[in-house]
């Protein structure tokens, strides 16, 4: 049986159409990245003043930080101030909970000897409390 002449020329028709379709996309693909490249500089090739525009820096901590407890204006200084005065078995208490971050039970398993008897006795209390600064 031969195929319908018709169907043939259809075939062919709708074959060229997408030959055509997909020859022009390429092209535009390759002009596209012809601009890119044209436009396109190397941080090696820019001057100073242009390096300079593309940077940021972060300005966490700029200023004090301080919080308010109590009436009372708590600044970093202070806090650290306060952390030194503990007895240095309260101290790691505060350090490992508050800075690292630890529980209870985590801080227990760490190897301070009498800290990690009477630990087990009272826990940590909020940091306001060890400085006598009441809510």
Do not use: W
């Amino acid at each position: 049986m031969e195929p319908n002449r018709r169907e043939f020329i259809k075939q062919c028709a709708f074959q060229k159409f997408c030959n055509t379709v997909l020859h022009n996309e390429a092209c535009d693909a390759h002009k596209e990245l012809h601009r890119h490249k044209a436009r396109e500089i190397t941080f090696s090739d820019l001057t100073l003043e242009e390096a300079r525009q593309l940077h940021t820096f972060d300005e966490y901590f700029k200023g004090e930080i301080a919080f308010e407890r109590a009436g009372k204006k708590i600044t970093p200084k202070l806090l650290l101030e306060a952390i030194r005065t503990l007895p240095e078995e309260k101290r790691k208490a505060v350090l490992l909970y508050y800075f690292e971050g630890m529980n209870d039970t985590a801080y227990q398993k760490q190897p301070y000897g009498t800290f990690q008897q009477k630990s087990t006795k009272e826990k940590p209390q909020r940091l306001c409390d060890l400085y006598g600064y009441r809510k």
